[in-house]
């Protein structure tokens, strides 16, 4: 019986010249448009049911919500349901906004009151821009993945969660001088 | 026999030399996937300006096209033209109105030249986005967003980086 001769020396070399002149020509194409860092704009797209409930607190007018930070970073909520004010403040730290606090008290509001979505935010002069866009961030949304707010859409009759807590920010000392 | 001949090596002129491109290829094919990862999607080009860091946010919305306005700690441009002068983290006491110290002159009457401006696109004409430097305060923006909503610019998009 004839046995097969397999010479075990022998290897398959699998030509990748091509596919590398093809890697090559990609290569520059893709580090020409390339965005190596991410710019995003903070936006004002939201869900449906959330752009009627905003629409409906702007209509009523009757729950009205300030945010107002201080030279020292201390971060006061005025809350004004119809008529009747309450206050709560979170101090800064070490001329620090305590960003934790801000958004456990914010989450704390929301969840008493998930028909607002509006803040008058009026921010002092000497708060950077930084500490601006850092409280924006707090208060729009949950970064509890376990918290969410419930919003009833008007059209369908639906409650639906969402992690949208104030998302329609008002700068309201502008014309200020 | 010549001294070229002579002196010539002794090279098998059947031997192919090979070069192995394997690993070769294995590091393009890895940067071939990282640059596609990064590849940009965005219709808005964003031109990094000098003297600007910009603020991170959680935020992830494309930015859309509309009238840009830089804000560094040296100048204010408005789509890259050069409109007025930052001095100590404020704006430049000459390129403010002296009745109204909110007011921004030049960059007033560059936006309002965009306004009027035919060829300028109907969706860019109502918002502005805005770039500033993180580390600017709060009323040296205030002066520019009510100078700009004065000129009917009233919708600001906030520009940021994708951070934590």
């Known amino acids: 019986m004839k046995k097969l001769k397999i010479h075990s020396t022998s290897d398959l070399e699998l030509d990748l010249a091509s596919l590398l002149a093809v890697i090559m020509k990609l290569v520059p194409v893709l580090l020409l448009s390339s965005a190596f860092m991410q710019v995003m704009e903070i936006d004002t797209e939201l869900p449906q049911a959330v752009t009627q409930a905003i629409d409906k607190q702007v209509q009523e007018n009757k729950k009205n919500m300030i945010l107002e930070v201080d030279a020292t970073r201390k971060v006061t909520v005025t809350l004004d349901i119809n008529g009747q004010k309450s206050t709560y403040s979170v101090p800064g730290i070490e001329s620090q906004i305590d960003h934790a606090k801000l958004h456990s008290l914010l989450q704390q509001i929301k969840q008493k009151n998930p028909d607002i979505f509006k803040i008058d935010f009026a921010p002092d002069s000497k708060v950077t821009y930084k500490e601006v866009v850092s409280i924006m961030d707090e208060a729009r949304r949950s970064r509890d993945e376990k918290v969410r707010f419930p919003v009833k859409n008007d059209k369908t009759g639906q409650q639906i969660m969402t992690d949208y807590m104030f998302p329609e920010i008002v700068f309201v000392n502008m014309m200020e001088g | ?164």
């Open chain 2, 1 to 164: 026999m010549s001294r070229r001949k002579r002196f010539a090596l002794n090279v098998n002129q059947n031997s192919t030399f090979t070069l192995s491109i394997a690993s070769m290829t294995d590091m393009f094919t890895l940067l071939l996937v990282f640059l596609l990862q990064n590849f940009a999607t965005s219709s808005v080009e964003i031109k990094p300006q000098q003297n600007l860091a910009l603020p991170t946010s959680n935020s992830y919305k494309n930015p859309i096209l509309s009238v840009q306005i830089s804000v560094s700690t040296d100048d204010i441009k408005v789509n890259d033209k050069w409109v007025a002068r930052i001095q100590n983290r404020d704006i430049a006491s000459a390129d403010v109105d002296p009745q109204d110290t909110n007011f921004i002159q030049p960059l007033f009457k560059e936006l309002q030249a965009i306004a009027a401006d035919p060829n300028v696109k109907k969706e860019e004409k109502n918002q502005i986005m805005l770039q500033a430097d993180q580390n600017l305060p709060y009323q040296t923006l205030r002066k520019v967003m009510y100078t700009a909503s004065m000129a009917g610019f009233p919708q600001v998009k906030l520009v940021t980086v994708l951070g934590n």
